[in-house]
């Protein structure tokens, strides 16, 4: 019996431990698209590879694609301030306080006064809805009741770890809405010039092998070459999920009663597998990073044997042997 329960809960052991594998991600985004994933029998496709395509006219086509994950050196984090006031001269005094104490604090925790800076982006005055409310200047233009203005602040910083610092030091000047964070390296020419190395050196093995070991004339062939690259940044690789977890801010309920619960909505960054890619450089790269796609093609025409050349002769009545150009 000690031998029959040892089974079953090993069993049961290795089922949590390899369902595990998967992720909160799989139950909290339970949407159409997903589900069309999963047969009835809740188990993934098989056939993701499609079978290779043979070209026409002799042409054999080879493709190499690299992949390069960096980590950024530069971050630019983006916050936006609006402010409402009775005139215009009050709300800009009003924002302008806001950010001059927000940049202050900056400064304290290391970001200098050249990193930050200030972006107008909206200035709106703001009218009376009811009719008998509206009042009319002597030149007939209606009298705003009050403006609206929104500014960016975006702030240049080296240091992913300061943003934790840039967020409480914004929320202490109502600043809540971080609008975005870029980042950037110095030195993508050079990560490109690599990537082409690598992209090139690697078609060059597999033409040689396909000519060793296939037979292939492909040395003597008519090559033509096409690439193409891009830049993904972290910004553009996160996704969204429903968490599986509740939340609630209110303290202790009182008695009979039950607090409102809160299902987060949170994201998380979803990297470029590295399924479609022959070669991977920083693969074990720990954290969001800018991901180097680099796309090098080749086609080779093969040429076909020379074909053996047929003479014509004319024999005359004379017995004279005359060549016949056929066209």
């Known amino acids: 019996m000690k031998i029959k329960l040892s089974i079953i809960f090993l069993i049961f052991s290795l089922a949590v431990t390899n369902a595990q594998v998967s992720d909160n991600r799989n139950l909290g985004n339970q949407n159409e698209s997903q589900k069309s994933l999963i047969n009835e029998n809740n188990t993934r496709p098989q056939n993701i590879l499609a079978s290779p395509k043979f070209k026409k006219n002799r042409v054999v086509e080879l493709n190499v694609k690299v992949l390069s994950n960096q980590k950024a050196e530069s971050y630019v984090a983006v916050f936006n301030l609006t402010q409402m006031g009775k005139t215009a001269d009050e709300t800009n005094t009003l924002l302008l306080d806001r950010f001059n104490g927000f940049a202050q604090d900056l400064q304290t925790i290391g970001i200098p006064k050249e990193n930050i800076y200030l972006d107008m982006v909206r200035f709106l005055p703001l009218y009376e809805d009811e009719k008998g409310k509206k009042i009319f200047t002597k030149t007939h233009n209606e009298v705003p009741k009050g403006f609206e203005m929104q500014q960016n602040v975006h702030i240049k910083h080296n240091d992913s770890n300061f943003m934790g610092k840039i967020i409480s030091a914004a929320a202490r000047y109502e600043i809540f809405d971080l609008v975005k964070v870029d980042c950037s390296v110095s030195n993508q020419e050079s990560i490109y010039i690599e990537m082409r190395k690598k992209a090139v050196s690697h078609l060059v093995k597999e033409i040689e092998l396909y000519e060793t070991e296939l037979g292939l004339d492909l040395e003597n062939g008519y090559k033509v070459v096409a690439e193409n690259k891009k830049a993904v940044s972290p910004i553009d690789r996160y996704s969204w999920y429903n968490a599986i977890s509740n939340v609630s801010l209110g303290g202790a309920p009182e008695k009979g009663k039950v607090l409102d619960m809160y ?62 150009k056929m066209n």
């Open 263 to 324: 299902k987060p909505k949170t994201m998380y960054y979803d990297k470029l597998k590295y399924d479609d890619y022959d070669i991977v450089d920083n693969p074990d790269i720990l954290g969001p990073a800018i991901q180097f796609i680099y796309n090098l093609k080749i086609q080779i025409v093969i040429k076909e044997k020379d074909k053996p050349v047929k003479d014509y002769f004319w024999l005359t009545p004379d017995g004279d042997i005359i060549p016949v």
